[in-house]
T-cell receptor
């Protein structure tokens, strides 16, 4: 079982460029989440999905878009990257039963110059 | 707005002692609270979940308490080992579908 896989692991973008971060899970989880983590701050929720074809905004959604066309994949897009989006991005998933914790990926370190 | 507070200063303890980490939350009443461990360069790993109607939960050397009156959770590691050194994140539920994470407390266990 691979769990939650994020690609790429590292990326450097120039301001204004676009990119897509891919999250894939093989646990048949209903819920998927994208967080960003910055030094001294907690994980902040960007967008999340409660099932295939659904998405919802989290705490810091501006500048990001997401899609969940397949249950196992959750894509995070940056249309026009800004230096403020330099961060470590984590994807997580969980089963529909809230008694269980999240399974996180290993993260994508993104630098926007 | 909902706010989570964890000690920003690292906690340094001697091997074999009990480590106690604190999580305080304000402006809401979570239905449950989770604790995660995060190692440098890695994603968080789920440790324990405690519900609002549970006072205490244990798992091996770990113990979590949840005081809804004080709006506080305490996380204990007994007989701590150097391998327990990591950052520990508190995450009260912020609604049915999502968690709100604290910034974490770094624990360093010295031999």
């Amino acid at each position: 079982n691979a769990g939650v896989t994020q690609t790429p692991k590292f990326r450097v973008l120039k301001t204004g460029q676009s990119m897509t971060l891919l999250c894939a899970q093989d646990m048949n989880h209903e819920y998927m989440y994208w967080y960003r983590q910055d030094p001294g701050m907690g994980l902040r929720l960007i967008h999340y999905s409660v099932g295939e074809g659904t998405t919802a905004k989290g705490e810091v959604p501006d500048g990001y878009n997401v899609s969940r066309l397949k249950k196992q994949n959750f894509l995070l897009g940056l249309e026009s990257a800004a230096p403020s989006q330099t961060s470590v991005y984590f994807c997580a998933s969980r089963t529909g039963n809230p008694n269980y914790g999240y399974t996180f990926g290993s993260g994508t370190r993104l630098t926007v110059v | 707005s909902q706010k989570i507070e964890q000690n920003s200063e690292a906690l340094n303890i001697q091997e074999g002692k009990t480590a106690t980490l604190t999580c305080n939350y304000t402006n809401y009443s979570p239905a449950y609270l989770q604790w995660y461990r995060q190692d440098p360069g890695r994603g968080p790993v789920f440790l324990l979940l405690i519900r609002e109607n549970e006072k205490e939960k244990r798992k091996e050397r770990l113990k979590v308490t949840f005081d809804t009156t004080l709006k506080q959770s305490l996380f204990h590691i007994t007989a701590s080992q150097p391998a327990d050194s990591a950052t520990y994140l508190c995450a009260p539920s912020g609604g049915y579908n999502k968690l709100i994470f604290g910034a974490g407390t770094r624990l360093a266990v010295h031999p």
